[in-house]
């Protein structure tokens, strides 16, 4: 049985996360004019507020990837002062996005275990999914002069438990117009973090969310245990040249991996043989929780994740 969501991303704790919505009955609401410009910019406004780091996005026509870290660790650091004004920014919510922080009126003061709430709420995605999602259906349908639901769910989050899944999600989500087909090039891609590791374009129509994009930096990712996801130690640079690499393996059926993923991928247990055939298929990572191939079963065994969860490369 799938677990409720409050346990699934639970507010206040540290993890890796790639979230999926998708507009109801697979129709294509997104591609209408300005409206991938406006999830962009509205995404990006929440990233202001919210102790959450954006580790890569993918605005397709007709469903959304993002990968969040959340921060508590950054929420932790903040003020009460600054906690009471990122609080009611969050909350003064207009077309999508929260107020300014720098403006939002300050408010009575929080007790401890409002304070320890209010930090918790403000290091998880929630909110911003949910305004976003909510204003960007109020405006489609008020420029359509209609009603009803355009997404259709509230989303799918997977976990990504360690450093094999980590990057295999990040190459999977760069790759999503080129899986479909829209370009022939990463590179080429319009709103999407390939497009920005690859090649940063400052006068892309969602440069404004490529801004926020994590430079990773070969510091440890915390993962939701706390613990460091495995042993991290590549760079935006090193995930763009894999994701480049990866396309050239799909799109001419020949190639090779670079020296440095050739030597860290089998230590990660991400399957080098079948990395650019599973890369190539839609839905690979559709559910669950992401392990690299040779934890999860591990994983399975000592019950650190339920028995309905999907493994790197398929369902165990």
């Given at each position: ?32 004019a ?11 406004s929440?990233?202001d507020?919210l ?49 300014l ?34 204003g ?15 997404w ?18 990040l190459?999977?989500?760069?790759l ?19 497009r ?15 801004l ?36 050239r393996?799909?799109?001419t ?26 890369m ?10 992401v392990?690299?191939?040779h ?22």
């Amino acid at each position: 049985m799938r677990r409720p969501r409050s346990e699934r991303i639970p507010h206040g704790q540290a993890g890796i996360w790639h979230i999926v919505s998708r507009c109801v009955r697979s129709s294509r609401l997104l591609e209408g004019a300005g409206s991938r410009e406006w999830l962009s910019a509205a995404f990006a406004s929440w990233l202001d507020v919210l102790a959450v780091d954006l580790l890569g996005y993918a605005l397709m026509g007709n469903h959304v990837h993002v990968i969040v870290r959340t921060r508590p660790d950054v929420a932790a650091g903040w003020t009460p002062g600054e906690v009471r004004r990122r609080l009611v920014a969050s909350a003064a919510v207009s077309d999508g996005r929260p107020g300014l922080p720098s403006e939002a009126p300050v408010g009575s003061r929080l007790s401890a275990d409002e304070l320890m709430d209010a930090r918790a709420l403000l290091s998880h995605p929630g909110a911003m999914l949910r305004a976003v999602k909510e204003g960007f259906a109020r405006r489609l349908n008020r420029s359509e002069g209609t009603a009803g639901h355009v997404w259709e769910s509230r989303y799918q989050d997977i976990a990504l438990l360690d450093a094999g899944g980590v990057l295999a999600c990040l190459v999977y989500v760069d790759l999503n117009p080129f899986r479909a087909g829209l370009v022939k090039d990463p590179k080429q891609s319009q709103f999407c973090s390939a497009r920005h590791r690859l090649a940063v374009d400052k006068k892309a129509p969602d440069a404004v969310l490529a801004l926020r994009l994590t430079v990773l930096n070969g510091h440890p990712l915390l993962l939701g245990d706390g613990s460091p996801a495995g042993s991290w130690a590549w760079t935006s640079g090193e995930v763009a040249e894999l994701t480049d690499a990866t396309a050239r393996m799909i799109r001419t059926g020949s190639g090779r991996l670079p020296s440095w993923a050739n030597e860290l991928l089998p230590r990660l247990g991400v399957a080098h043989e079948h990395w650019s055939e599973r890369m190539s298929r839609p839905g690979m990572l559709a559910s669950g929780n992401v392990l690299a191939a040779h934890r999860t079963r591990a994983a399975l065994a000592t019950g650190r994740m339920p028995s309905d969860k999907s493994g790197l490369f398929g369902r165990v």
